[in-house]
């Protein structure tokens, strides 16, 4: 059974930077299989935040700022935010492939088989 857990939501004050992380197991997991994040503040709907498959995919409100990346090996994937923004705030989820030729672009949320239970970042101003 798949499962994927999102770590290292919290509480930053604008300008400031939080890393989270989004262990998979049960998945198999290699560079054909997209990963995604996304995020949902509160009253609005889940938006495409970063994903990465052969490349990587950013919304343009996090081009710049936030870094996707993925190991394999540990079956990890990260998303490294910098200079974060009082409407970044949301609570993150970590999404997964179920199929290698899954189609769909990575920041179409349908494509993703597998969810996480998310993780709160909140950013102070």
């Known amino acids: 059974q798949v499962q994927l857990v999102e770590s290292g939501g919290g509480l930053v004050q604008a300008g400031g930077s939080l890393r989270l992380s989004c262990a998979a197991s049960?998945?198999?997991?290699?560079?054909?299989?997209?990963m995604g994040w996304f995020r949902q503040a509160p009253g609005k709907e889940r938006e495409f935040v970063a994903a990465?498959?052969?490349?990587?995919h950013y919304a343009d409100s996090v081009k710049g700022r936030f870094t996707i990346s993925r190991d394999n090996a540990k079956k990890m994937v990260y998303l490294q935010m910098n200079s974060l923004k009082p409407e970044d705030t949301a609570v993150y989820y970590c999404?997964?492939?179920?199929?290698?030729?899954?189609?769909?672009?990575?920041?179409?949320?349908?494509?993703?088989?597998?969810w996480g239970q998310g993780t709160q970042v909140t950013v102070s101003s």
């Open positions: 999404a997964a492939d179920g199929d290698e030729f899954e189609s769909g672009h990575p920041s179409d949320a349908g494509r993703y088989d597998y």
């Open positions: 049960g998945h198999t997991f290699h560079s054909n299989y997209a």
């Open positions: 990465i498959r052969a490349f990587t």
